[in-house]
């Protein structure tokens, strides 16, 4: 019982974190570090990506319509603008796809290093802080998803990869500062963050399953399921809020608790966790 509460907080912190610009990773990891769910490690880890598909169904049902090329509610060109929107999603995830099939395993190697990704947390939460005052006077000229060309959904997929590489970095933070400085207005680099994240957690959590193996314990089962829809439900609260939060304000509070959540967990994870 007790890793299944384990399993709900853990589907309640990917939920909020995977959204909101301070790292779902780098917050799953701390968070275990501390909790401690009791798995082998090959399913924690793959546990900790598996979940991930709860926060992306939360987005392929709160933007179905907007995603759906085959809506009837669309005319002709609505369709054909959506089929673009997805392969513009696609090329922006060419970079993640091809370095995290790849380096999947070397990537694993240093994802479980707390202290490192406590760093992380707070290097780039400074970075976001520089880059809202860099921007603050900076008219965006991505005002709206269609503004995106296919060389600018290819930029902003290598800011994702960035994430891959440094746990604690975010990957929609840095696609956030990526959009950031190369003009997107806010609500715009968010919905692009948001679509970009299907197909590429769609391929992690298949890549994770495939090397884990299809076999589980009931109890395998029901931790994965309660991570699953935690993290689902949770999910469509948080998107809700997030969207209408960048509408009058920027990321600097997002940078700030990341400084703050990284201080505390460095210092922690340095001094008294041993």
């Known amino acids: 019982m007790g890793n299944f509460v384990k399993a709900l907080i853990l589907g309640i912190v990917e939920g909020i974190t995977e959204w909101l610009p301070v790292s779902s990773t780098g917050h799953l990891i701390l968070v275990d570090n501390l ?18 598909l709860g926060a992306i169904l939360a987005v392929c049902v709160l933007y179905f ?37 790849l ?17 992380m947390l707070i290097v780039f939460g400074i970075l976001f802080i520089v880059v809202e005052n860099k921007t603050a006077d900076r008219s965006p000229v991505v005002r709206k998803l269609g503004d995106i060309d296919y060389r600018l959904a290819l930029i902003i997929g290598l800011f994702q990869v960035i994430a891959m590489f440094l746990p604690g970095t975010s ?6 500062v990526g959009g950031l400085l190369l003009g997107m207005a806010r609500p ?23 090397k884990f193996g299809l076999v589980f ?5 029901g931790l994965l399921l309660t991570g699953f829809i935690t993290a689902f439900v949770v999910s469509m609260i948080t998107i809700r809020f997030f969207v209408h939060f960048i509408k009058g304000h920027d990321f ?11 201080m505390f967990a460095f210092l922690y994870f340095l001094l008294w966790a041993h």
């Open 252 to 262: 600097k509070p997002f940078g700030y608790y990341r400084i703050m959540v990284g």
């Open 103 to 119: 380096f999947d395993d070397a990537i694993d190697r240093v994802m479980g290093k707390p202290v490192f990704i406590s760093l």
């Open 217 to 221: 314990t009931m109890g395998e089962i």
């Open 35 to 52: 909790i401690h769910m009791e798995t082998s490690t090959n399913f924690k880890t793959m546990f900790e990506v598996v979940i991930q």
């Open 188 to 210: 715009v680099i968010a919905e692009f963050t948001f679509f970009m994240a299907i197909p590429v957690m769609f391929g992690a959590s298949f890549l994770k399953l495939f």
């Open 65 to 101: 319509r907007k995603l759906n090329p085959f809506s009837r509610y669309k005319n002709d060109m609505q369709k054909r603008r959506t089929w673009i929107l997805w392969a513009k999603v696609l090329v922006a995830t060419i970079p993640a796809a091809v370095l995290g099939f």
């Open 171 to 176: 990957r929609s933070g840095i696609t956030i």
